[in-house]
């Protein structure tokens, strides 16, 4: 198996190529997903129109929406994709839309038919685990922002790395939380009063659930 690494959704190839892909979007997509099969979410189908989310909740009973564009709330959407918001509601058993400005729509990129999981700091090793029971090239792909690299996912891809490369014992993750919290998405949540959120994505490998897609779904 070949791991390839890239700082931004730009340079994964067009066509993507047969592999398995893990997206990396740290703040906060992937950290979302992460936290809402956490929280019971029966799935969560990602969505790069907001038209086409607001469709889904429509035509599926007992959805909700979750989401973001360009940092900012979306008409029609239930709650925010900050983990520390999605806490305070109950998703057990929703399905659940997401929408977010870089994660989903790196889903979406890359292609609802490819083997895609979502990795973030929270779950790298559990990714890195799910990683060697499988064959063929693996793609380890930083979001990014809008075609800019952005230090926090570049640290998530190499996090998940490390621990596929059973590196985790020779190293502190140090370096890594500094890169998140000194990135500038996560100075903007902590001028928004959120450093808790920062502190939780530094607080790396605390979720055992790696979301898969399936039939256009994240489950668990």
Same mark, same amino acid.
């Given at each position: 198996m070949t791991v390839h690494t890239v700082d931004r959704l730009e340079d994964v190839p067009?066509? &993507?190529p047969d592999a398995t892909? *893990? +997206?990396v979007d740290v703040i906060i997509s992937s950290t979302s997903i992460v936290r809402l099969l956490e929280a019971g979410a029966r799935y969560v189908r990602p969505f790069a129109d907001a038209d086409a989310a607001r469709a889904f909740k429509t035509d599926t009973a007992d959805a909700?929406? *979750? #989401? %973001? !564009? #360009?940092g900012q709330p979306v008409d029609g959407f239930d709650c925010s994709p900050l983990p520390s918001l999605i806490a305070q509601r109950d998703f057990t058993d929703r399905p659940v839309g997401i929408l977010t400005s870089n994660g989903t729509r790196a889903v979406h990129r890359i292609g609802a038919d490819a083997p895609i999981l979502i990795g973030s700091t929270v779950n790298a090793a559990a990714v890195a685990d799910h990683l060697r029971e499988r064959d063929g090239d693996v793609w380890l792909v930083a979001a990014g922002r809008q075609g800019d690299r952005t230090p926090e996912d570049s640290a998530g891809v190499e996090l998940i790395r490390r621990h596929y490369a059973d590196e985790a014992a020779n190293f502190t993750p140090d370096d890594l939380a500094a !890169? +998140?919290? %000194?990135? #500038?998405? &996560? %100075?903007w949540l902590g001028g928004l009063g959120f450093e808790n959120e920062v502190e939780d994505l530094c607080t790396f490998d605390t979720s055992s659930v790696v979301p898969k897609l399936r039939d256009g779904q994240f489950v668990d």
């Amino acid at each position: 198996m070949t791991v390839h690494t890239v700082d931004r959704l730009e340079d994964v190839p067009d066509p &993507a190529p047969d592999a398995t892909f *893990v +997206v990396v979007d740290v703040i906060i997509s992937s950290t979302s997903i992460v936290r809402l099969l956490e929280a019971g979410a029966r799935y969560v189908r990602p969505f790069a129109d907001a038209d086409a989310a607001r469709a889904f909740k429509t035509d599926t009973a007992d959805a909700l929406l *979750v #989401g %973001e !564009q #360009g940092g900012q709330p979306v008409d029609g959407f239930d709650c925010s994709p900050l983990p520390s918001l999605i806490a305070q509601r109950d998703f057990t058993d929703r399905p659940v839309g997401i929408l977010t400005s870089n994660g989903t729509r790196a889903v979406h990129r890359i292609g609802a038919d490819a083997p895609i999981l979502i990795g973030s700091t929270v779950n790298a090793a559990a990714v890195a685990d799910h990683l060697r029971e499988r064959d063929g090239d693996v793609w380890l792909v930083a979001a990014g922002r809008q075609g800019d690299r952005t230090p926090e996912d570049s640290a998530g891809v190499e996090l998940i790395r490390r621990h596929y490369a059973d590196e985790a014992a020779n190293f502190t993750p140090d370096d890594l939380a500094a !890169q +998140v919290r %000194e990135s #500038g998405t &996560a %100075e903007w949540l902590g001028g928004l009063g959120f450093e808790n959120e920062v502190e939780d994505l530094c607080t790396f490998d605390t979720s055992s659930v790696v979301p898969k897609l399936r039939d256009g779904q994240f489950v668990d």
